[in-house]
């Protein structure tokens, strides 16, 4: 009776493993709207600080708008599978039957969708109050879409790499940052480029290449990374 | 047929060696308790039978058939609900349809309980609900550890009674406990003691 196991197909597998999360994320809508409460605290604080001199906002919108986001990127993605190794389901995506990378894409795709992708999709709103110039608006939401891919898979990484260690929110900041810095000038540099009328194309080309190479390599080092934590 | 095998295994956690030595083969209709005192190393070597744990552990484990193993975490999602989590379980190896999840909980008297968050189940109900995956799947080799806690006299009979029909179908199963062997001749005890350093 046990001759030949029938596995799922690595997309079901995949899709499972989304499902599960996603609805997870669903049960807790706190956590969720946590980093879209960040943000809209920070681009609703910072004019009361600078002023409301609209050319001064304007200027330092594109920076402001994606340091906040990277901020709040790695405040969420930090315990990205804190709950999966204090319930024991790491465990079992260990000694699951499928490639543990391909279950953990699952994992971090939904992930992505309810903070990452939803930061991208409210970020011209957030673009409009800070006065950012109408054509910045576009770029902003194409980079922080390709930019939220590769913050998502590093701090990915950074929470694969912790798990473990009890309070290893600071460790964890110090590893990723500095990986995050040329995601950070690319996608700044992108939006500064589209609001002064000059060619965003170049950079977001650099994002898109740097969100499509950490899709493919980042997921090895994060398997890898928590085989490592579960194993003490 | 041999599902698992050991040669010669030795255990570590962090600094100190907690058992060298152990051979073990697991063969199909075996029942193994692993017994042996608190922290004498059960958790571990099941762990490193389930192929957990690397870093630590030398010697030869060798696994010929897949493996289901349930461990003190029961691994599942407190928000989602029983029927949630078991469709989407992690490490299930077969696509469960919804009505072998309904008719696996009602054999384990969660009727009823199937739409609701398993945060609001309680210790026992949850273990339960946990223990249904040994309906919901294929593994010949089952790894539990101690599978017996937290469940009532109807529980520990319904898992005693999946245990033995498990190994007559040609299954295999390690698991630790404190309690005093279950199953009689059908099991072999491994007494850790005899390897700790």
């Known amino acids: 009776m046990f001759a030949d196991i029938p596995l799922l197909s690595l997309r079901e597998a995949f899709s499972r493993q989304f499902r599960r999360h996603l609805k997870a994320l669903m049960g807790s809508p706190a956590d969720m709207a946590n980093p879209l409460l960040f943000y809209s605290m920070v681009v609703t604080l910072f004019p009361l600080g600078l002023g409301p001199d609209p050319e001064r906002l304007s200027a330092i919108a594109p920076g402001l708008l994606w340091v906040v986001a990277l901020l709040s990127s790695l405040m969420v993605s930090s315990k990205l599978f804190d709950s999966d190794y204090e319930d024991g389901s790491l465990e079992q995506l260990a000694i699951a039957p499928y490639p543990l990378s391909i279950l953990l894409m699952g994992e971090i795709a939904a992930h992505w969708l309810a903070t990452g992708f939803l930061l991208a999709a409210v970020s011209p709103l957030f673009g409009i109050m800070l006065g950012l110039p109408a054509a910045g608006l576009g770029v902003l939401f194409y980079s922080l879409m390709l930019g939220t891919i590769c913050l998502t898979l590093i701090g990915a990484m950074g929470s694969a790499l912790t798990v473990s260690i009890r309070r290893g929110g600071l460790l964890m900041s110090l590893l990723i940052i500095p990986l995050n810095v040329p995601v950070l000038i690319f996608g700044t540099t992108a939006v500064s480029e589209a609001v002064i009328g000059g060619n965003p194309q170049t950079w977001l080309t650099l994002l898109s290449g740097l969100a499509m190479g950490s899709l493919a390599l980042v997921p090895i080092a994060i398997s890898a990374a928590l085989r490592v934590s579960l194993d003490n | ?197």
């Open chain 2, 1 to 197: 047929m041999q599902l698992l095998s050991l040669q010669d295994v030795a255990i570590e956690r962090g600094e100190r060696r907690l058992l060298s030595g152990v051979h073990l083969t697991v063969e199909a209709g075996d029942i193994w308790q692993l017994v042996g005192a608190n922290g004498v190393g059960k958790t571990s070597l099941l762990r490193a039978l389930a192929g957990l744990a690397q870093l630590g552990v030398s010697g030869q484990i060798v696994h010929k058939q897949a493996r289901l193993y349930l461990g003190h975490a029961p691994a599942l999602k407190k928000s989602l609900s029983a029927l949630d989590n078991l469709r989407c379980h992690p490490a299930s190896d077969i696509l469960a349809s919804d009505e072998m999840i309904f008719s696996a909980l009602e054999s384990l008297n969660l009727a009823g309980y199937e739409e609701q968050p398993v945060g609001s189940l309680s210790a026992g109900q949850q273990r339960r609900v946990a223990l249904t995956r040994l309906l919901l799947s294929q593994a010949p080799l089952w790894l539990l550890d101690e599978p017996f806690t937290a469940l009532d006299v109807s529980g520990c009979d319904w898992l005693d009674t999946q245990i033995r029909s498990h190994v007559s179908s040609g299954g295999a199963v390690v698991y630790t406990s404190h309690q005093p062997s279950r199953f009689g001749s059908l099991q072999q005890d491994v007494d850790l003691v005899r390897y700790v350093c």
